[in-house]
Nanobody
Framework: QVQLQESGPGLVKPSQTLFLACTVS??????????WAWIRQPPGKGLEWMGV???????YYSPDHKSRTAIARDKSKKQFTLQLLSVTHESTAEYYC??????????????????WGKGSQDTVSS
C-alpha cells in the first residue's frame, strides 16, 4: 500500500525559504502514480491547493502561489518537494501531499486523491 509522509522544518523565519519533502513508500516510487500535489491549510482557514508535478516532471501551480512556489521530484530519494520562497506569517499552515492517477487541478478534497499524507505543521515566526 502506498504511503506518503511529509517532512518539514517545523519553524522558519519570515523572508526565508520553506522546504518540504514528501516521501513515497510502499510502491515503486514516484512513478507508481502520475500526479503529485501539495495542499496546505492555514490556521482557521480552508484547504488551499498549491500545485502539482507529473511523473514526466511537468508542473502546474495555483495562480495564488505560482510566483513563489517550486515543486520538484527526486526519484533517487522517492520524494517530491515543495519550496516556498520569501515566506510570511501567512505561510504558516499544515502542509499536505497527495497523489492521484489523474490530473486534478485545484482539488482540495482528500477523497479525490488516491493517497494523502498525514501533514507537516510549519510555522513562520521570528
Amino acid at each position: 500500500q502506498v504511503q506518503l509522509q511529509e517532512s518539514g522544518p517545523g519553524l522558519v523565519k519570515p523572508s526565508q525559504t520553506l522546504f518540504l519533502a514528501c516521501t513515497v513508500s510502499g510502491a515503486s516510487g514516484p512513478t507508481a502514480f502520475y500526479y503529485w500535489a501539495w495542499i496546505r491549510q492555514p490556521p482557521g482557514k480552508g484547504l488551499e491547493w498549491m500545485g502539482v508535478i507529473s511523473y514526466t516532471g511537468s508542473t502546474y501551480y495555483s495562480p495564488d502561489h505560482k510566483s513563489r512556489t517550486a515543486i520538484a521530484r527526486d526519484k533517487s530519494k522517492k520524494q517530491f518537494t515543495l519550496q516556498l520562497l520569501s515566506v510570511t506569517h501567512e505561510s504558516t499552515a499544515e502542509y499536505y501531499c497527495g497523489a492521484s492517477k489523474t490530473l486534478i487541478l485545484g482539488a482540495t478534497d482528500k477523497n479525490r486523491y488516491d493517497c494523502w499524507g498525514k501533514g507537516s505543521q510549519d510555522t513562520v515566526s521570528s
